[in-house]
Structures are given as C-alpha cells and as structure tokens.
C-alpha cells in the first residue's frame, strides 16, 4: 500500500556501467519527479514529468535519461556510470504540479554507489 | 536564482524543551513554502505547506510561519519528543515549479 515505491533500494555497481531505477505511485497524481541528494545532503531536482511529458530538465547530464511509460511510472536510466553519481535518487509525485498547495510525496529513496 | 539557507545545521536538545528552526529564501516571488522531516534512510514526509499568501500554519505541535518580504521562514516545534529527532528540511516553489531545498537541519531530541 506504499504510495510512491522505487526499486532497488540499494544499487552497487562498476563505473561505466547502466542501470535503471524504477518509480511507481499509486496516488493517481499527475506529476513526477527525480531528485538527487548527494553526499552532503543536499538535495536538487533532476526532472519533471506532467502526464507523461517532461516539464522540468534541469543541468544534468544526457546520460541521464527519465522515460514516463504512463503517468503513475517514472523510471530512471543512467548510462556509462561515474564516481560523482554516487548519491541518493528520490522519485515524488504532487497531485497536479502547477499549483501552490501542491504537497510533494516522496519515496524512500535508491542509494547508488559506483565503485 | 534561489537559495535556501537553514541555520542552525545542527540542534540539540533536551526532551521537553521548545525549539525553533530556521529558513531564509533570497527571492521572495515563490508560490509556496514547505517543510519536510527526513528521517535516516527514508524518503522525506511534507509537514507544513504555507501558501505565499498565508503567514502561518499549524499542525499538533508544529507551527511554521511565513515572512514572505524579508525572506523567512520558522518551524516552532512545541514540546519536544525523542520521536522529532530527524533533519527537518526546508522547500520554497517558485515561478519556475521546481521545488528548492536547503540543506536542513539535524535535530536530536535528548531523554
């Protein structure tokens, strides 16, 4: 019954390497996201999905690839894995995306470690 | 561009004991600000939103207020438990839909 659920919740894997991270909710939220908290904890926006479609591409680079199959899955790809992607990936969802009561709720997180 | 600042990044206190944490925002043209309790290796939980037009919000013993024109936000947390020791982190929405978080602040509740 969790509302927002991302598999695996750990992920240890070689540098160069691709791999996905998954992100389901079952709030009928029309909105998604992917956050990255790093080693210092802070915590930033990658992307924004809207009913599928992509509204928020922030500075990260093209090996990092969202793809929405429908508006309850946002999945991550991440190709050719470096250090400094070590970090904590966090999917949310908010009901709508453009109004200011929105409340983002968010999943328990994927700890990703390159070696 | 906006950037949230939280002080004190740290806090301890005895168990009982009312505290206030901290939040300054540098551009004041945001939709909304929120609240969030991150406990460790757990995703974050929304406490309080406060709408740009709102000055404050309350929930139990939480009470978040809101100074939009000089940047600022508090999070009163009433008598202390150990259960509120987390990092509570602070969020603001602006024009550009992204939510922009500081670095929070670590708080142990002391039995």
């Known amino acids: 019954d969790t509302a927002v659920s991302q598999t695996p919740k750990y992920l240890v894997t070689q540098m160069g390497n691709d791999k996905s991270i998954k992100c389901e909710q079952n709030?009928?939220?029309?909105?998604m996201y992917w956050y990255k908290q790093d080693s210092k904890k802070f915590l930033k926006i990658m992307f924004s999905?809207?009913?599928?479609?992509?509204?928020i591409n922030e500075t990260v680079p093209n090996r990092f690839s969202p793809k929405s199959p429908d508006k309850a899955h946002l999945n991550l790809h991440i190709n050719s894995l470096e250090l400094g992607d070590s970090a904590v990936y966090f999917c949310?969802?908010?009901?709508?995306?453009?109004?200011?009561?929105?409340?983002?709720?968010f999943g328990p997180g994927t700890r990703l470690t390159v070696l | 561009k906006q950037e949230v600042t939280q002080i004190p990044a740290a806090l301890s206190v005895p168990e009982g004991e009312n505290l206030v944490l901290n939040c300054s925002f540098t551009?004041?043209?945001?939709?909304?600000l929120q609240w969030f309790r991150q406990d460790p290796g757990k995703g974050l939980t929304s406490l309080l939103l406060?709408?740009?037009?709102?000055r404050e919000q309350t929930s139990g013993r939480l009470n978040a207020s809101l100074d939009k024109s000089s940047g600022r936000s508090t999070l009163y947390i009433a008598a202390s438990q150990p259960g509120d020791s987390a990092t509570y982190l602070c969020?603001?929405?602006?024009?550009?839909?992204?939510?922009?978080f500081g670095k929070g602040t670590k708080l142990t509740v002391n039995p």
């Open positions: 406060i709408q740009s037009s709102q």
């Open positions: 999905y809207n009913n599928k479609e992509l509204i």
């Open positions: 551009d004041s043209a945001i939709y909304n």
């Open positions: 969020a603001v929405k602006g024009g550009s839909e992204k939510l922009v």
């Open positions: 949310a969802s908010s009901p709508f995306g453009g109004q200011n009561t929105d409340t983002q709720y």
């Open positions: 709030l009928g939220h029309d909105t």
